[in-house]
């Protein structure tokens, strides 16, 4: 295939890359030749990833929350393979299962430091490290509740809405320096989290993978094909 190994030589940092979405993108990225830093909160996950997906990744510990843990990230990744040329900022958290009027106050200070604040820091760091040679990608991890409205996820839709936002802000500060930034507003995935999410919501198993496929997760690769372009 013309186009397999289109990731040679790049370097990768995913957020979140310890299950879900952000195992199946650095799974992609590592079979396209990419050095991978699998980058989690949980780094026992991180360093399992890292481990089964091959090639030259690498995993580190990162809380996407804490703006020093995210720069220490970025380091971690110019000075394990020397640049950074794409980011995918995908680490996220369902949260509480509430409408706005009973919200937990610590619930929505949790998810936006998490889905939004992280989003941030991510490109605050990222993009100096990626202007030092000469530009590169950035793809955010949105979702399709951050174009429209859904009940009892006001944080988590809130967030999302701003992560598009916040993206679009940068793709065009950044385009005529060589950064392509982009969100992506995947619909529902089964993964662990959007398991919880639906136990939470009292939904368990509404968005269970279709009978035949053997473990509920056989759709993440190919989703994180169709969400990364790739
Ligand atoms: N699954 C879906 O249906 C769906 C749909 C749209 C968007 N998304 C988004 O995709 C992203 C990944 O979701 P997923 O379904 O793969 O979830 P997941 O729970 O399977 O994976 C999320 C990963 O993020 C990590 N993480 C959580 N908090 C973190 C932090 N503070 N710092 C660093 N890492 C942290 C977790 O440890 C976990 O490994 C999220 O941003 C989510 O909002 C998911």
Not at 202 to 207: D, F, I, S
Request: net charge negative.
């Amino acid at each position: 295939m013309a186009d397999s190994n289109r990731f040679d030589g790049k370097v990768i940092v995913v957020t979140g890359g310890g299950s879900g979405i952000g195992e199946a993108c650095a799974a992609l990225f590592a079979a396209r030749g990419g050095k991978v830093v699998v980058a989690d909160l949980n780094l026992e996950a991180a360093e399992r990833v890292a481990s089964e997906i091959g090639g030259e990744a690498r995993a580190v510990h990162v809380d996407v929350a804490d703006p020093a843990s995210v720069e220490a990230m970025v380091r971690f990744a110019v000075e394990t393979f020397g640049r950074l040329d794409v980011a995918v900022n995908n680490a996220g958290i369902g949260g509480e299962a509430n409408p706005v009027g009973s919200y937990s106050i610590e619930g929505w200070k949790q998810v936006i430091d998490v889905n939004l604040n992280g989003v941030f820091y991510g490109m605050r760091y990222e993009i100096p490290a990626m202007l030092a040679n000469g530009g590169g990608v950035i793809v955010n991890m949105a979702s399709i509740l951050g174009t429209v409205g859904f009940a009892n996820a006001p944080a988590y839709v809130a967030a999302k809405h701003a992560v598009v936002g916040l993206t679009k802000a940068a793709a065009i500060e950044y385009a005529t320096a060589g950064i392509r930034a982009v969100s992506v507003c995947p619909a529902f995935i089964v993964t662990p989290a959007l398991d919880q999410a639906s136990e939470r919501r009292g939904e368990a198993g509404h968005h269970r993978a279709p009978p035949g496929q053997a473990d509920g997760y056989a759709k993440r690769s190919s989703g994180a094909r169709l969400l990364l372009g790739v």
